[in-house]
C-alpha cells in the first residue's frame, strides 16, 4: 500500500485553499472569537485556520477523512472534517472513532 501524506486527497494531492476553508469552517464556531481565523472541532478543541497541518502549534489542525481512504472514503466535502492534529492522530484510519473526551494535555 502507498504511504499518503497527511493533508492530501485520496490520491495523495494537495487540497485546494478553497476546499481547506470549506472544511475549515466546518468547525463550531467560538463565542466572542472571529470565526473566520477561530473554531473548535468535533471534539471541542480549538483550532485556528492559520495553523493547518502546523503540528507544532496547539491550534494546529488537519484534514480528516471521516470516512477514511483506507476504508474506501472519498473526498467529497461531505467525508471531510477539520480535526485538530492530536485528534487526528489518534483517530487514524479507524471508521467509528469518538473523541475522547478529556482535555487534550499540552
Same mark, same amino acid.
Given at each position: 500500500?502507498?504511504?499518503?501524506?497527511? %493533508?492530501?486527497?485520496?490520491? /495523495?494531492?494537495? $487540497?485546494?485553499?478553497?476546499?481547506?476553508?470549506?472544511?475549515?469552517?466546518?468547525?463550531? !464556531? +467560538?463565542? /466572542?472569537?472571529? !470565526?473566520?481565523?477561530?473554531?473548535?472541532? +468535533?471534539? /471541542?478543541?480549538? +483550532?485556528? $485556520?492559520?495553523?493547518?497541518?502546523?503540528?507544532?502549534?496547539? $491550534?494546529?489542525?488537519?484534514?480528516?477523512?471521516?470516512? !477514511?481512504?483506507? %476504508? /474506501?472514503?472519498?473526498?467529497? #466535502?461531505?467525508? #471531510?472534517? !477539520? #480535526?485538530?492534529?492530536? %485528534?487526528?492522530? *489518534?483517530?487514524?484510519?479507524? #471508521? %467509528?472513532?469518538?473523541?475522547?473526551?478529556?482535555? +487534550? *494535555?499540552?
Amino acid at each position: 500500500m502507498k504511504y499518503r501524506r497527511l %493533508n492530501t486527497t485520496k490520491n /495523495g494531492d494537495s $487540497f485546494s485553499q478553497e476546499t481547506i476553508k470549506k472544511v475549515f469552517d466546518k468547525g463550531s !464556531p +467560538i463565542k /466572542g472569537v472571529d !470565526p473566520l481565523k477561530w473554531r473548535e472541532d +468535533i471534539c /471541542g478543541d480549538t +483550532i485556528k $485556520f492559520q495553523a493547518y497541518g502546523d503540528r507544532d502549534s496547539r $491550534f494546529g489542525w488537519e484534514m480528516d477523512h471521516i470516512n !477514511p481512504v483506507s %476504508n /474506501g472514503g472519498n473526498d467529497e #466535502l461531505e467525508n #471531510l472534517q !477539520p #480535526l485538530q492534529w492530536k %485528534n487526528n492522530l *489518534e483517530k487514524g484510519d479507524q #471508521l %467509528n472513532w469518538k473523541c475522547n473526551q478529556t482535555i +487534550i *494535555e499540552y
